[in-house]
C-alpha cells in the first residue's frame, strides 16, 4: 500500500517515441490498454458477484481463454518482428506490457508457480527476459511499470481493470511514491553542501513538507478505497509468477529507494543492521538501475543523526547546531508518524482484517512477497518501530539517540 524527480532522475520523464515502435509493439500496447483491461474487468465483476469470490475457475472461462490467446498471439509477433527497443524508457514500458499480461494470466488461474517447473507462457517468458538483460532489471512486473515509470496516454496509464477502485489504488500510491522520492532527494542534496550550510534548514523543511503530502495521501487511500473490491479485485494481481523456470515474488509497492533512502540518510535504519540489510538486498533486483545506485550510495554515507551526533560531543556555540537539530527532528516525527499511519491504517485493515474473513485454504497465499503473512507482518511491524525510533530492546532503534538529540534541542 504504497514530487519532482526530474533532477538526477531523467530517465523517470523519458516518454517512449510511439513513432519510433514496431507495429505489434504498438498493437500490444493498444490491446493491454483497451481489450486487456475490458476482459480483466468483466472477470472481475464474475468473481464479487459470486459466494467464493476467490473461485477463479467457476465462472467467465471464455474471457480467460481469450485474454490468454490473444496475449500469446500479439507476444509472439513482437518476438518475430525482432525489433526490440533500443531506448531504455521504449524498453520498460514493453517490459511493463509483458508484465501486466503475466501478472493477469496468474491472477486468472492460468498459470500457478506452484503447479509448474516453468511457465507456460512462452512468448511472454522469452520477451520478459530479453528485455531484462537488456534493461538490467528484473523480468517481471514491478512497481515502476504500474506507478511512477508508467506511460499515459489520453489521460489514463495502464491499469489492469477499468475499476475506479483501482485507479484510486493506483494513483495514489504514484502519488505517495512522488512525495517520498522528492523527501528523499531534499535530504540527498544535504551531502553536498553539509548540515551547517543555511540551505540545510530549507531542505530539511522542504523534506517535512514532502512527507506530510504522503500523510494526506494515505489518508485519502483509508477513507475513499474500499476494503473489498482492494482485497478481491486488485491485491490478486501482485501475486508471485514465473518467468521461465523461475519464480518471482509479485510487485511491492516499496519497490523503489525513497523510503529505505530515508532510512539510511536519516540514520533510523543502521547500515550493519543484518535485519534490515537483508530487507534491502531482496528488493534489489526489482528496483530501476537508478534506484539501486541511489541505495547503494546511502548505504556507504554517514547518517545525519550520526552527524548530529558526533557534532554533540563538544558542545558548540554556534547557533545552527541547535537549529537544525530542531528542524531534523521535526523531519523524523513525521517520518516515523507516516510509517505508523501507513501500516495501522493501512496494511492492518486492508490486508490483516480483511484476511480473517477468507476461507482458511486460501490464506497460504495472501503475500504478494512470499512469507507467510503472520512473518510478514512481524517484519512490517519491526520497520514500522525502527522508522518510529520506538523504544524496544529487541531491534537496534535509535530510541536513545533520538532522545539525546532531543535533550540538546530542548524538545524533551
Excluded at 35 to 58: G, I, K, P, S
Excluded at 136 to 150: D, E, I, K, W
Excluded at 304 to 311: A, G, K, R, Y
Amino acid at each position: 500500500l504504497s514530487a519532482d524527480r526530474s533532477m538526477g532522475m531523467g530517465w523517470s520523464h523519458m516518454k517512449p517515441n510511439s513513432a519510433m515502435r514496431s507495429p505489434a509493439i504498438r498493437a500490444l500496447d493498444h490491446w493491454i490498454r483497451h481489450r486487456f483491461a475490458a476482459l480483466n474487468t468483466h472477470l472481475e465483476e464474475l468473481y464479487f458477484a459470486q459466494m467464493d469470490r476467490q473461485d477463479v475457475r467457476a465462472v467467465g472461462a471464455d474471457a480467460r481463454n481469450a485474454l490468454l490467446i490473444e496475449g500469446q498471439e500479439l507476444m509472439a509477433k513482437v518476438l518475430s518482428e525482432n525489433a526490440l527497443p533500443e531506448d531504455f524508457s521504449d524498453g520498460m514500458d514493453l517490459l511493463g506490457s509483458v508484465g501486466h499480461y503475466m501478472a493477469a494470466c496468474r491472477r486468472h488461474g492460468l498459470t500457478d508457480p506452484d503447479q509448474e517447473a516453468e511457465s507456460p507462457l512462452v512468448e511472454a517468458s522469452t520477451l520478459a527476459i530479453r528485455l531484462s538483460l537488456s534493461l538490467g532489471v528484473s523480468p517481471r512486473l514491478t512497481t515502476a511499470h504500474m506507478q511512477f515509470s508508467n506511460l499515459a496516454t489520453a489521460g489514463a496509464p495502464k491499469r489492469f481493470t477499468t475499476l475506479p477502485d483501482e485507479a484510486l489504488f493506483s494513483d495514489l500510491n504514484t502519488q505517495a511514491q512522488l512525495s517520498y522520492m522528492s523527501a528523499a532527494d531534499q535530504i540527498r542534496r544535504i551531502e553536498a553542501l553539509g548540515l551547517s550550510h543555511p540551505a540545510s534548514l530549507q531542505l530539511l523543511a522542504s523534506a517535512e513538507a514532502a512527507l506530510l503530502s504522503v500523510a494526506e495521501i494515505n489518508q485519502k487511500l483509508a477513507s475513499e478505497l474500499n476494503v473489498e473490491r482492494f482485497y478481491f479485485c486488485i491485491r490478486p494481481y501482485f501475486m508471485t509468477y514465473r518467468v521461465g523456470p523461475i519464480s518471482y515474488r509479485g510487485a511491492n509497492a516499496g519497490d523503489f529507494a525513497g523510503v529505505n533512502e530515508l532510512d539510511l540518510r536519516l540514520g533510523v535504519c543502521r547500515r550493519d543492521d543484518l535485519h534490515y540489510l537483508n530487507t534491502i538486498a531482496e528488493k534489489m533486483p526489482y528496483l530501476l538501475p537508478e534506484d539501486r545506485r541511489l541505495l547503494e550510495r546511502a548505504i556507504r554515507r554517514k547518517s545525519l543523526l550520526d552527524e548530529l551526533l558526533e557534532d554533540l560531543r563538544d558542545p558548540p556555540s554556534n547557533r545552527w547546531l541547535r537549529d537544525v537539530s530542531v528542524a531534523f527532528l521535526r523531519v523524523l516525527k513525521i517520518f516515523g508518524a507516516v510509517s505508523a499511519q501507513h501500516h495501522n491504517l493501512l496494511v492492518k485493515r486492508f490486508i490483516e482484517e480483511a484476511t480473517e474473513s477468507i476461507p482458511e485454504k486460501y490464506k497460504a497465499r495472501i503475500t504478494a512477497s512470499g512469507p507467510a503473512l503472520r512473518a510478514l507482518l512481524h517484519d512490517l511491524e519491526r520497520l514500522r518501530d525502527l522508522r518510529m525510533a520506538r523504544e524496544r530492546s529487541d531491534i537496534p532503534s535509535r530510541y536513545g539517540d533520538v532522545l539525546r538529540l532531543k535533550q540538546f534541542a530542548g524538545i524533551v
